[in-house]
């Protein structure tokens, strides 16, 4: 918990001379997607505390480690599909091979 909260914090300090150089840009860029960044910026500590909690329920660790790792295969994915982004074929190939090992930790 504390490593998220003291990532989120390198974040800010590291933002924090492009808006002070130019505020009316950062606002103008930021406009109409304040929800969307407060809801990043609620919901991500969320997901690091359920990984925490599946740990001190007794969940693997071999099985929460790849599942958490899957949300980069899952932003892959969506961008795909919801933004048109183009995906190449190797990372359609990663997301496949992911996918196939958290199915491997799983059954196993």
Request: proline residues 4%.
């Given at each position: 918990m504390v490593l998220d909260w003291f990532s989120n914090l390198l974040r800010f300090f590291m933002l924090l001379p492009l808006v002070l150089t130019n505020p009316n840009r950062a606002f103008r860029r930021m406009r109409g997607y304040w929800w969307i960044a407060i809801g990043v910026g609620l919901l991500s500590p969320l997901s690091y505390i359920l990984v925490l909690a599946a740990l001190t329920t007794g969940a693997p660790l071999s099985l929460v480690a790849p599942?958490?790792?899957?949300?980069?295969?899952?932003?892959?994915?969506?961008?795909?599909?919801?933004?048109?982004?183009?995906?190449?074929?190797?990372?359609?190939a990663g997301c496949a091979i992911l996918i196939g090992g958290v199915i491997l930790l799983s059954a196993s």
């Open positions: 599942m958490r790792e899957m949300s980069m295969m899952v932003g892959a994915l969506m961008g795909m599909l919801i933004l048109r982004e183009t995906v190449g074929p190797l990372r359609l």
